[in-house]
């Protein structure tokens, strides 16, 4: 079993469900394939708002292990990079959440662990 938790713009939020980033992830689509055949579980929904920290705490108590930063994040965060890098200190990350694995205006940027070193990966 996979515990993942999507990470999405505290913004996007006023007017977006999450039904893009629900629908790949239901369908194990998009960014979600990769889990095709496995057990996985969403943990946590949450916004880029607020302490975005304690959140992140919270979601490494719960076990989980990859955090999706989503798409429009990668579009619009200022710090889309930044904080890709910075999350990928404690989880392995997956930059985007639905639609193309190539960002239309940024590089879709994941971070995976493999054997303890850590590897950046430009989409
Ligand atoms: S990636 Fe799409 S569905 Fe997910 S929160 Fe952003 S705008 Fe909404």
Same mark, same amino acid.
């Given at each position: 079993?996979?515990? %993942?938790? %999507?990470?999405?713009? !505290? +913004?996007?939020?006023?007017?977006?469900?999450?039904?893009?980033?629900?629908?790949?992830?239901?369908?194990?689509?998009?960014?979600?394939?990769? *889990?095709?055949?496995? +057990?996985? +579980?969403?943990? @946590?929904?949450?916004?880029s &708002? &607020?302490?975005?920290? *304690?959140?992140l705490?919270?979601?490494? +108590?719960? &076990?989980? !292990?990859?955090?999706?930063?989503?798409?429009?994040? #990668?579009?619009?965060?200022?710090?889309?990079?930044?904080?890709?890098?910075? %999350?990928?200190?404690?989880?392995?990350?997956?930059? *985007?959440?639905?639609?193309?694995?190539? @960002?239309?205006? #940024?590089?879709?940027?994941?971070? %995976?662990?493999?054997?303890?070193? #850590?590897?950046?990966?430009? @989409?």
């Open positions: 079993m996979v515990k %993942i938790a %999507i990470l999405v713009r !505290e +913004e996007t939020t006023a007017k977006c469900t999450g039904k893009g980033c629900l629908k790949s992830f239901n369908g194990k689509t998009e960014s979600f394939q990769r *889990y095709k055949g496995m +057990e996985v +579980e969403l943990v @946590g929904f949450f916004h &708002g &607020g302490d975005l920290e *304690y959140k705490a919270k979601m490494k +108590e719960a &076990g989980v !292990e990859v955090i999706h930063v989503s798409t429009c994040m #990668r579009a619009k965060y200022p710090g889309y990079r930044e904080l890709v890098e910075k %999350i990928s200190e404690q989880f392995d990350v997956v930059g *985007y959440t639905h639609g193309s694995e190539e @960002g239309k205006t #940024r590089k879709t940027v994941s971070v %995976i662990h493999m054997e303890n070193v #850590r590897k950046i990966i430009n @989409g």
